[in-house]
């Protein structure tokens, strides 16, 4: 079982930014799996917001958060991010990350491992 950690939710503003992190601990370089971001806001189902590739780092964005939303990953620390800009109201949920192995991708259910959920919370 693969664990992965976030941090990096709270309570902020409209407008604001927010980065989160998603951490798989092992050895540096030790993480070969594609990762993605995934929320849900309460009363909806859990949708895809965006996803980097292990290898090549090629990414793929939910419209709802393209040219607003970037992630990126730090394979040194087994890490990806998500730096969240110009936040809205609908931006509101419970944030998961998630990884797969590389001949896993999409937008769906299908990664292998989740993390917890951490709250992104925003305020008018």
């Known amino acids: 079982q693969v664990q992965l950690i976030e941090s990096g939710g709270g309570l902020v503003q409209a407008g604001d930014s927010l980065r989160l992190s998603c951490t798989i601990p092992?050895?540096?370089?030790?993480?070969?799996?594609?990762m993605a971001w995934f929320r849900q806001a309460p009363g909806e189902d859990r949708e895809f917001v965006a996803a980097?590739?292990?290898?090549?780092?090629?990414?793929n964005y939910a419209d709802s958060v393209k040219g607003r939303f970037t992630i990126s990953k730090d394979n040194a620390k087994n890490t990806v991010y998500l730096e969240m800009g110009r936040l809205e109201l609908g931006d509101t949920a419970v944030y998961y990350c998630?990884?797969?192995?590389?001949?896993?991708w999409g937008t769906g259910e299908g990664w292998n491992y989740w993390g917890q959920g951490i709250q992104v919370t925003v305020s008018s």
């Open positions: 980097v590739r292990w290898t090549g780092g090629s990414t």
């Open positions: 998630a990884a797969a192995t590389q001949d896993r």
């Open positions: 092992g050895p540096p370089y030790s993480s070969r799996y594609n």
